[in-house]
DNA sequence: TTTGACTTGTCAAATTATGTCAAATGTAAG
DNA sequence: CTTACATTTGACATAATTTGACAAGTCAAA
């Protein structure tokens, strides 16, 4: 299960909404909401931002658990090299 | 410019090598290896490795800039929901 | 059972990645 | 100026991945 879909489906059974609803929002398929949800499949940025608006959410916390998760799965299995690979990023993204 | 293809053209020049040569080893066009030093394509890990083994480099030090380079993509142009999001990354890392 | 919510597998279409080729550019020597 | 060679670039075909829909499946409550 992904960051983003695991607070999206708090989110949603907080407010005793079903994954229909929210997938009529987003004008897709129930199927694809599920696997959102599930980590299944990636939403792009703007179903984030929907999703954001129609939970109630901070538009923020949500793209960046959605971000979180596209780090994770760039890492994939090299977990190894991730701590020295993400110092180097660190460094990059200051300038 | 890449992290990956800054440090191998590093080491190429520093060896007195043409792109001809590394290409060759990795049996692609020196067009593509071009490309890979420039940051214009990724290379894929197999490449790296090789790479590596014709530059009498460190394996480990060529992947964690591959490494790196993915990330750095992965971010885009969401860099001011990056250094949250590497948190939450590094975090998730620990399990 | 039946109903409704959710999940899963599969498929075609769309998008993106990969590597080659040909042409362009750069550079040093004659 | 030419030639020779290294590198770079852009266009392209092909391959691989992603995307979302659809249909069929599971599961729980009534």
Redesign the interface.
Known sequence: MS?LGQRIRELREKQNLLLRQVAAHLEVDTALMSKIERGKRKASKQQVIEIAKFLKAYE?EL???W??D??????GN??D??????N???K??KK
């Open positions: 960051n923020e793209l960046t658990l971000l979180a596209k780090l994770e799965n760039a890492v090299e977990k090299l991730a701590p020295d690979a993400l180097i990023l660190k990059n993204l």
